[in-house]
């Protein structure tokens, strides 16, 4: 930085002052040492004065420099602070004029929005309206209306042609809702043609005469009509000529697109067969059960009869001492209550514990042939649900293997699948209940038995213990 003036002349002072100090001193120092070196004689008084006049000069100068400065930075921050609002003004206005941009924006973005989904919406329209135009154009087509056909109303606007659909569904409306007659072909249940008359009413039903058939008639699939085994000939034939108010069946349809079949009574062969190989081995199962519960019935009837009878019949030998007659008469019995109290009989001299270890031996050795089938007959009930169960699920798997393959349009691949799934359950129950109840009842039969052969044994061993305690009392 370069100086001038009175700042230089000040600067130059305090340069030359400190210089002017050092000789002073270094002359004071001479003038001990050396006494003939003399001092050099003091600085005037009014240079003194000069150098102070300078300070003051230079200190005058400095603060109105100062002040300067000063002013210099006010207006310098007053005019900064003026950039800085005219620079946020602008920056304010900016972000204005952004946030309109971005709601325009915005805006701009819903309409286009809007009529993208208003494109879309009117080509679902045309696509829907094409569709009706062709389904309407096959269903006229039927009746031999071809108008939706032509070249004139492929040249019409949307509005008109809908106008010209509703005018031609409407008079086809007024012409299948009224009854008429004409010529026709119909179709008897083996397939033959018949030519003959046909009675129409609207397009719900209709009636049908010709070589020597009247009947009621119902849609054979194709636009073509079928005999339907009801109704009276006599009073078809005459509504068809004359129209008399004689009650007579009705077959009511919606279309003629579809066959109606004739529903068939199914008979038990047939419900057997709807439940596939799994229907076929639960009846097979059931007929088993049957013939198990059958024999064992036999057998518990053959060892169950006279039982009680029988104890008494052989107490009263046994009293009487006549125990070689009671095993003949038990050995032309022949049945497992004769055998049991033929044991006891036999060991009659041997004391009652002994007695009653061979009673239970015996009735333990009859037991395996009152329980015969027994076990076989539960074994049957128990497995004729699970049976039908696992044919549940192998219909619901094969009717989801259908959907999977052909979808849910036609019912009739369903049919098969679900037919399985439900008969083999109502098979598996219509075995299971019955046997599980003839069984139990049977095995409630079989545990009687043995308590009745008990019964019996402990009854003549009874008699001779008290036949024995007579004849000690009497000896």
């Known amino acids: 930085m370069r100086l001038s003036g009175p700042s230089a002349a000040l600067i130059a002072a305090f340069l030359v002052l400190p210089s002017l100090t050092a000789a002073q001193e270094t002359s004071e120092g001479e003038t001990t040492t050396s006494p003939a070196v003399q001092a050099p004689p003091p600085a005037p008084a009014p240079q003194g004065r000069s150098v102070e006049e300078a300070y003051q000069r230079e200190f005058a100068?400095?603060?109105a420099q100062r002040r300067e400065l000063e002013k210099l930075i006010e207006q310098t921050k007053a005019r900064n602070a003026q950039a800085t609002a005219t620079l946020q003004a602008e920056v304010d206005g900016l972000q204005r004029a952004v946030v309109r941009l971005d709601s325009r924006a915005d805006q701009v973005n819903e309409q286009v929005n809007a009529s993208e989904e208003q494109a879309l919406a009117n080509a679902d329209n045309r696509a829907i309206l094409a569709a009706t135009f062709q389904q309407a154009g096959v269903t006229l087509e039927q009746y031999n209306i071809g108008t939706l056909d032509g070249e004139a109303f492929s040249n019409m606007t949307d509005d008109q042609r809908v106008a010209v659909l509703f005018e031609e569904g409407a008079a086809l409306i007024e012409k299948l809702g009224t009854i008429r007659?004409?010529?026709?072909?119909?179709?008897?249940?083996?397939?033959?043609?018949?030519?003959?008359?046909?009675?129409?009413?609207?397009?719900?039903?209709?009636?049908?005469?010709?070589?020597?058939?009247?009947?009621?008639?119902?849609?054979?699939g194709g636009d073509r009509l079928k005999v339907w085994p009801a109704g009276e000939p006599d009073a078809v034939n005459g509504v068809i000529s004359n129209g008399s108010g004689q009650l007579i069946p009705v077959f009511l349809f919606e279309s003629l697109a579809k066959e109606v079949e004739t529903k068939k009574d199914k008979t038990p062969i047939d419900v057997i067969n709807d439940g596939g190989t799994i229907g076929w081995v639960i009846v097979s199962l059931g007929a088993i059960g049957l013939i198990l519960c059958l024999l064992r019935f036999v057998f518990l009837r053959g060892a169950s009869t006279g039982a009680g009878k029988l104890g008494d019949r052989v107490g009263e030998m046994v009293?009487?001492?006549?125990?070689?007659?009671?095993m003949e008469y038990l050995r032309n019995k022949k049945s497992a209550p004769a055998r049991v109290v033929a044991a006891s009989i036999r060991n009659l001299d041997k004391d009652r514990d002994h007695i009653e270890d061979i009673v239970s031996e015996a009735i333990l050795h009859e037991s395996p042939h009152l329980n015969r089938f027994g076990i076989f007959i539960l074994v049957i009930a128990a497995v004729a649900p699970l049976l039908g169960l696992l044919g549940t699920v192998t219909g619901m798997i094969s009717t989801f293997d259908i959907i999977t393959e052909f979808g849910t349009g036609d019912p009739k691949l369903l049919s098969g699948g679900i037919a399985i799934a439900l008969v083999t359950t109502e098979l598996g129950l219509i075995v299971a209940i019955p046997l599980l109840l003839l069984g139990n009842m049977l095995s409630s039969w079989s545990e009687g038995i043995k308590d009745q052969m008990e019964k019996a044994a402990l009854h003549v061993i009874n008699v001779s213990q008290d036949r024995k305690s007579q004849l000690r009392a009497a000896a």
């Open 61 to 63: 100068f400095l603060e």
């Open 181 to 220: 007659r004409e010529k026709g072909v119909f179709y008897t249940a083996d397939g033959e043609e018949i030519a003959g008359d046909i009675l129409r009413i609207g397009n719900i039903a209709a009636y049908g005469r010709g070589a020597g058939v009247s009947s009621v008639l119902a849609p054979a």
């Open 319 to 326: 009293r009487e001492g006549r125990h070689d007659e009671a």
